[in-house]
């Protein structure tokens, strides 16, 4: 477990399910132990684990307590909010919003969607002056992470800008001086990752749950606080930067600021459509365009992010941006000195592939046959072990990924075998019957015990699996009756044509599944351990005996010694 990763695992709390396997769009989880953790190399920090973990394993990285300790030490702390905040905190008023941030100990709140306007002013430009070609936007970190790790090949196609949290923490620091300390708070897992990794321009990130718990340990909730001034944004407030976190809002902000010629513009959401409509798209679009994508991992935009803790709909979410937006009464304010706020980096441009496969036919074919799988027609692909098909599950484990105990049918022909094993060697007739009273399995001393053609019979159908034991069975009705009643066992002896046998019924499922133990106890070893039990009876109750004798023996003697005594006593007073 590590916990100074933006999502880790805390494995005590994993229960083994393979969910986050199965839900992760880049399958960046390893099993170990039974226990899975998150690959931090292969990970793209969209913090979808961390919303379908069923036991809460996984984890977003707390950075509350660091934060607390930048706000004890003298230098300002401004916060950097994400757009989305209207969305998160629709019971405060932009302003009693930024006064409760204040009262945390805050310098100043301003918003990300400065940056965002910025941003979209460097992405117009340079869209009007490029040569045709395939141009994504910078502005979500978890899809340049997807495409620098999973679409290298695309990794050129990255416009080389900061994203909008990148730019506005260099425009805090160029207002209120390179010594300020500056926190991001939103609805990203990702921005805490990217935050590590520009940390002198952003020094922590927050997610809306973790203010939205850190205002409630300080009592500042809405409804139960007395009224009070409402601040402003510094240095000022946002114009269409505030769209961003919508399907769509970076898109319109760049064609708001007029098309670009020859530019198509196209905005996707969701890992899964960013996936599917990245396939050959350097193959089939045309040399002469310019194709603009405005990439968001999180359906729906940023405001459906892991890190929001209010599950309105999508569409209420965006109407409230919307307003908000219809609210803000100025225009985008362009700075006079705006070109020394830094916003180029070549740092989205750097691919780190991660090599998926990698491995020969023959190696995958060998670790398809350690898990049972030696022809196509066993590549079951259920999705039991969390991966889309066998041959990926193959693959994982070829990358020390996953465990051959992730495999269902494997682990289930694993238990059945053994579970064969045991029935087979077991010197007592064994059955297992079901509710319609047809054998399910029974071992080869069960069909040599009941004789006739049975042997024979089991020869031919291993287990006389579907048999009627109705057919083959005298007392079959004991079986019937803890089947029909559910009484967990019933023991007796049954003379079956002249042959005496002990038969024990027991319930595996009540009403649907019992098991018999049939012996005969004509058999040498009945007998003797029918003997033996009866010797070790016999002693058991002569040493009860012997030991009450000496018990009354003893009493007796001391009873006798009493008396005497006293006689003696007696007889020395006269």
């Known amino acids: 477990m590590d916990r100074m990763q933006p999502v880790f695992t805390e494995t005590n709390n994993c229960q083994d399910c393979y969910k986050c396997i199965r839900e992760c769009p880049v399958k960046a989880i390893r099993i170990e132990s039974d226990r899975a953790s998150i690959v931090k190399e292969f990970c793209i920090f969209c913090g979808r684990c961390t919303l379908i973990c069923p036991s809460g394993a996984k984890k977003v990285r707390d950075d509350v307590s660091r934060v607390k300790r930048m706000l004890r030490r003298e230098k300002p702390v401004y916060v950097s909010l994400a757009p989305s905040f209207v969305a998160e905190f629709p019971e405060f008023t932009p302003g009693e919003l930024v006064a409760v941030i204040r009262k945390l100990g805050f310098a100043g709140v301003s918003e990300t969607a400065l940056g965002a306007e910025r941003v979209t002013r460097e992405t117009h430009a340079f869209l009007c002056q490029s040569e045709p070609g395939i141009f994504i936007s910078s502005a979500c970190p978890s899809a340049v992470d997807y495409i620098r790790k999973y679409c290298p090949e695309l990794t050129t196609s990255i416009i080389s800008v900061n994203s909008p949290l990148m730019a506005h923490a260099a425009m805090l620091r160029q207002y209120f001086g390179s010594e300020i300390r500056v926190v991001f708070i939103g609805p990203c897992v990702a921005k805490k990752n990217e935050s590590d990794d520009f940390s002198s321009l952003v020094d922590a990130a927050l997610t809306f749950r973790n203010l939205r718990n850190w205002l409630e340990e300080e009592g500042l909730i809405s409804g139960l606080i007395s009224p009070f001034a409402e601040e402003s944004f510094v240095p000022f407030t946002s114009a269409d930067g505030s769209l961003y976190p919508m399907d769509g809002g970076m898109t319109s902000t760049i064609t708001n600021l007029g098309r670009c010629k020859d530019v198509s513009y196209m905005h996707v959401s969701g890992i899964e459509n960013i996936k599917s409509g990245l396939k050959g798209i350097q193959n089939t679009i045309p040399g002469k365009q310019k194709i603009f994508l405005e990439l968001l991992v999180c359906d729906g935009g940023c405001l459906n992010g892991p890190g929001m803790s209010q599950n309105h709909g999508t569409i209420i979410k965006n109407l409230q941006v919307e307003n908000y937006r219809a609210g803000l009464a100025r225009e985008a304010v362009v700075l006079a000195d705006e070109a020394s706020v830094p916003v180029r980096s070549d740092f989205c441009t750097i691919s780190q592939p991660v090599v998926v496969s990698g491995f020969s036919e023959a190696e995958i074919e060998e670790a398809l046959k350690t898990v049972g799988k030696s022809s196509r027609s066993d590549e079951l692909n259920c999705g039991g072990c969390g991966y889309n098909s066998c041959r990926d599950f193959a693959i994982a484990m070829l990358r020390d990924m996953a465990e051959r105990q992730m495999c269902v049918s494997y682990m289930r022909r694993v238990a059945s075998d053994k579970a064969s094993v045991l029935l087979q060697r077991m010197p007592y007739g064994v059955i297992l019957v079901d509710d319609s009273l047809h054998i399910i399995e029974s071992n080869r001393a069960f069909a040599n015990l009941v004789g006739n053609d049975l042997p024979l019979l089991w020869e031919a159908r291993p287990g006389l699996q579907g048999a009627d034991i109705r057919k083959m069975l005298g007392y079959h009705k004991v079986f019937s009756n803890v089947l029909s009643s559910g009484n967990d066992l019933i023991d007796k002896n049954i003379d079956e044509k002249g042959r005496m046998i002990n ?72």
Do not use: W, Y
Request: proline share 1%; with cysteine.
């Open 503 to 574: 038969l024990s019924v027991f319930t595996i499922q009540r009403h649907r599944i019992v098991c018999g133990i049939v012996q005969d106890l004509h058999q040498p070893e009945i007998i003797q351990e029918q003997a033996i039990g009866k010797i070790r009876q016999v002693v058991r109750e002569n040493m009860a005996t012997v030991q009450k004798v000496a018990f009354l023996l003893g009493e007796n003697a001391a009873r006798t010694e009493a008396m005497l005594n006293a006689l003696v006593t007696e007889q020395n007073k006269h």
